[in-house]
């Protein structure tokens, strides 16, 4: 019984940490940017600041399927698809001069 309750507390951290999905947002605009919003399924991240050059680095649990939602001043673009329950996936949402440029990197449960 000693033994057995901490290979489960690992076991319950191990299925914690890899169940997350991350989300980079990346400003390479060359302006400074105000008030961006990212959401999927049921994380949403506001950025009040985003510097020229600056990243911002989020962890997501896909709860549902869904796509990722970007709002910046007037514009609400959506991009990407995610399945519920998938895990290990990488988006990066980028900020460029012309506009928003979207990437998004499977795990390998698909």
Sequence with gaps: MKKTIPVLITALLFSCVFRNNRVAVINRSGSELR???????????????????????????????DHFTVEHGDTVENFGYVTHGISGEFAEIVFTPSGIAFQQTGSSEY
């Excluded at 049921?42 to 600056?54: A, K, Q, Y």
């Design 35 to 65: 008030d961006v919003t990212v959401s999927v399924c049921d994380s949403t991240w506001r950025i009040p600041l985003l510097e020229p050059g600056e990243e911002k680095l989020f962890t997501a649990v896909y709860t549902r399927d």
